[in-house]
């Protein structure tokens, strides 16, 4: 039994059991990882000196670059300040197009606590150490795991949480964002298709027909699709890195 099931039991209604760990190539999936990881966080010089590196890397590997243009668009298009204050708007004050796993299944509750603990304990028992700022289900960040530093620890956890992964896809896709693309292509890394709409991702999730969505906000139905909460504010702006590795976001 691998560590993340250990710690968390048997995954039920909102996740996926990872399988056994197998990937047909894994050097696509850690530079698709990677390329998520750099492309996900918040913009910054930095980021945007790494664009003509990940569309290399990503053509090496024979990945979907195109995929990934429209998105590199949105990033150069503009002066860098309009695109850090959208990306804070989408990502950061709206809670649909949440970065957090475990958010999309557990909103703000005790059992999202325990995934979270978990978690970092996958981190720790890797040898790495999280700023105290972190969120350790913040996507870029998993996936910066999943590429260099575990792929087998990072798969169990995007496919525990893939469909996550997949509300967030659908999400980014009907608000015409051109992340949509970029998720396309991280949920590709994973065993099967991608499910065409939010009925066949719950389906997936172990659920029956989608019936009342209940959450933060009850008129937005990409919202916490599984796990009713209770009234309150979003998760906390987690902002760091793995050992040291390049910062995801805003100080």
């Not at 760990?21 to 996900?40: C, E, F, H």
């Not at 956890?157 to 469909?163: A, G, I, K, N, T």
């Amino acid at each position: 039994m691998r560590l993340l099931e250990r710690l968390l039991g048997k995954a039920g209604p909102g996740s996926l059991e990872p399988g056994e760990y197998t990937d047909p190539d894994p050097v696509r999936s850690a530079v698709i990882r990677q390329a998520g990881a750099v492309l996900l966080s918040y913009p910054d010089e930095q980021m945007l000196s790494r664009l003509g590196q990940v569309r290399a890397a990503l053509a090496e590997v024979g990945a979907d670059a195109a995929l990934v243009e429209p998105l590199a668009g949105w990033l150069t298009a503009r002066d860098l300040h309009e695109v850090q204050a959208d990306y804070v708007q989408e990502f950061d004050l709206s809670h649909r197009h949440s970065l957090h796993l475990t958010y999309w299944t557990d909103g703000d509750t005790r059992r999202r606590g325990e995934a979270l603990a978990a978690f970092k304990e996958v981190y720790r028992a890797a040898g790495c150490a999280l700023d105290d700022a972190e969120l350790p289900d913040y996507l870029p960040l998993v996936l910066e795991f999943a590429a260099r530093v575990d792929a087998e620890a990072g798969y169990d956890m995007l496919q525990r949480y893939r469909p996550s992964l997949e509300l967030l896809r659908l999400a980014l896709q009907e608000a015409e964002l051109p992340h949509a693309g970029l998720l396309a292509l991280i949920c590709s890394t994973l065993p099967g298709p991608s499910p065409a709409d939010r009925a066949a991702v719950q389906a997936m999730a172990g659920y029956g027909p989608p019936s009342e969505t209940v959450g933060l906000d009850p008129s937005d139905p990409r919202l916490l699709p599984f796990s009713p909460v209770g009234a309150g504010g979003g998760p906390p702006d987690p902002r760091g890195s793995l050992n040291g590795e390049p910062d995801h976001g805003r100080r």
